[in-house]
């Protein structure tokens, strides 16, 4: 009876979602930016959530679209007062009176999944308490069901289209599905905050956060301290209130760079909106997006900084193949050329201001893409995060660069990590080693000429880079072989022609007959192959 119930439900959200596309008349006109945003926010929270996504994606969409999709972050159309009233009530098992001395209706924010309400606790604490869409949870799992459906029916195999790389829509909606399940249970985004308070938070005076209201706080409530302030976007502001905006750029500069790369636990998002200023002292805010590195992770992001100022090439692709998992057939030649050219465009800077830290890393990932690289999602995360993070400190404080603190910050992580008499031991170990092959070198080198005149020794050549031509030449090698053995076997088979062997087939013996047919079948899959292979070259 219940899953009669949902796959009725199921039609219904189906039909409903083929009226709102009937209603913006998409099929005739297409989609302009705003007919993408009003048709995604008449879909729903699902399809608004998936816009706030693509709305960062200026690699997928035109920038007119995804400016346009940027509205969906802020235009979220409220819930009523006594909607939002009825779910802290039910929730926390209080009344609005009971727990609040003051509350406001009117929400400070509304978003996809929920919406935010100001309120003054009874022992006079403000806070923020988030409130979330009732309903939401059960709409967007019957949304996810359907648009796996269709991507199943979308989803190509490699073969259909050999050589080009299958996009599995089925494995991207379960991980954005996920993610979204975790935005649900506002105990997840509790969990973080609390976490990054105790690892990301070192000086209040200088950055800090909202701190969680426990008793207040359950899946569908988050509850927390209320940030008097407003958002780092209003600069005009920042300065007529007499606050230095370079100082306030270098303390989340240097509280961010703590975040990566000493706590391996940092803001998945810090766009403008999330980042507020009270009391010249900038506050993170919704943590409902956080990324996590482990010390490995760490290790390689910084090898491939240092690797790149240095213009290393052999350390860097080390480092650029610590990143991500070779899926194909890596051609390590073509992957230092295409590094060499990177450091070549970026590290010919005289001035790291001059270097955009986010482009150059993203520029990374879609070179490490095209050799056939996946970089793993952690370090996707922390990449998209430094992009948006450089993105708000251009705005803010252009004077200052990310990159430079970055390398400030390697180093200062480099000389805490220095092992002095380690590393002496190791240095002294390494002379010792070298000391004594110096000594053997003469009686090796003898021994391999002996060898050599012997005829013991083997020489074996690697033409890295060459391994595609080299295998299309042995196959074109085997099917000129096949096609001259397809020729002498037809001049045999018409040799036999002349003769009378039994058995017979037509007047033609049959041992003609078969060498005919095979003759023909193998000089046609031969010339075939060569065809084939001619395209190739």
């Not at 729903?44 to 996504?53: A, D, F, L, S």
């Not at 509304?110 to 009732?134: C, E, F």
């Not at 050589?163 to 973080?192: C, M, N, P, Q, Y």
């Not at 200052?400 to 380690?422: P, T």
Request: with cysteine; aromatic share 6%.
């Amino acid at each position: 009876m219940t899953e009669q119930k949902n796959t009725k439900r199921g039609k219904s959200r189906a039909a409903a979602i083929m009226g709102i596309f009937a209603k913006h008349n998409f099929y005739a006109n297409g989609f302009t930016p705003y007919e993408l945003r009003t048709t995604l926010e008449d879909l729903g929270p699902t399809y608004v959530k998936i816009g706030q996504i693509m709305s960062s994606r200026t690699d997928m969409l035109p920038k007119a679209y995804c400016r346009e999709l940027e509205k969906l972050r802020s235009s979220v159309k409220p819930l009523p007062a006594e909607t939002a009233r009825a779910v802290i009530e039910r929730e926390s098992g209080k009344t609005i009176d009971e727990i609040y001395s003051e509350f406001s209706d009117k929400p400070l924010g509304s978003a996809s999944i929920a919406q935010a309400h100001y309120g003054v606790l009874k022992d006079g604490t403000k806070v923020v308490t988030k409130v979330q869409r009732p309903g939401i949870a059960d709409m967007m799992k019957e949304d996810f069901v359907l648009l796996k459906k269709l991507a199943g029916m979308l989803n190509r195999s490699p073969e259909e289209d050999e050589g080009s790389e299958a996009l599995d829509l089925t494995a991207i909606l379960e991980e954005l599905e996920k993610v979204t399940w975790e935005e649900l249970d506002f105990r997840v985004e509790a969990d973080h905050t609390r976490l990054f308070h105790d690892l990301c938070i070192e000086d209040e005076t200088v950055v800090s956060c909202p701190k969680i209201i426990d008793e207040l706080s359950t899946e569908r409530i988050l509850t927390m301290t209320f940030v008097d302030g407003y958002s780092i976007s209003h600069k005009d502001r920042l300065e007529q209130d007499g606050y230095d905006c370079n100082e306030i750029g270098r303390a989340l500069a240097n509280n961010y760079l703590h975040q990566v790369m000493d706590t391996g636990f940092f803001h998945g998002d810090p766009h403008q909106g999330n980042i507020m200023i009270s009391n010249g002292v900038p506050y993170w805010i919704d943590f409902g997006m956080v990324g996590r590195l482990s010390e490995a992770n760490i290790s390689a992001i910084q090898n491939l900084i240092f690797a790149l100022v240095q213009e290393d090439i052999e350390a860097l692709t080390n480092a650029a193949l610590a990143m991500g998992t070779v899926k194909g057939k890596l051609n390590k030649t073509r992957l230092m050329d295409d590094l060499e050219s990177l450091i070549s465009r970026y590290m010919s800077a005289t001035n790291l201001k001059d270097i955009d830290a986010g482009k150059l890393m993203s520029e990374l990932t879609d070179l490490l893409s095209e050799n056939h690289i996946v970089v793993s999602a952690e370090y996707t995360m922390m990449i998209r995060s430094l992009v948006t993070m450089e993105g708000v400190l251009e705005v803010l404080c252009p004077e200052l660069d990310l990159f430079s603190f970055l390398q400030e910050k390697l180093l200062s992580r480099a000389k805490e990590n220095i092992d002095v008499k380690g590393q002496l031991a190791s240095s002294l170990e390494s002379i010792a080693a070298s000391a004594i092959r110096s000594v053997r070198l003469p009686g090796l080198a003898a021994d391999v000429l002996r060898n050599l005149v012997k005829g013991r020794t083997r020489i074996t050549v690697e033409a890295a880079g060459y391994e595609e031509p080299f295998r299309i030449f042995i196959d074109v090698i085997k099917n000129v072989v096949l096609a001259v053995f397809a020729c002498v076997l037809y001049s045999g088979s018409c040799t036999l022609c002349n003769t009378k062997m039994a058995p017979m087939v037509d007047d033609i013996p049959l041992f003609a007959f078969i060498g005919f047919a095979v003759s023909i079948s193998l000089g046609i899959y031969a010339v075939k192959n060569l065809i084939k292979a001619a395209k190739k070259r």
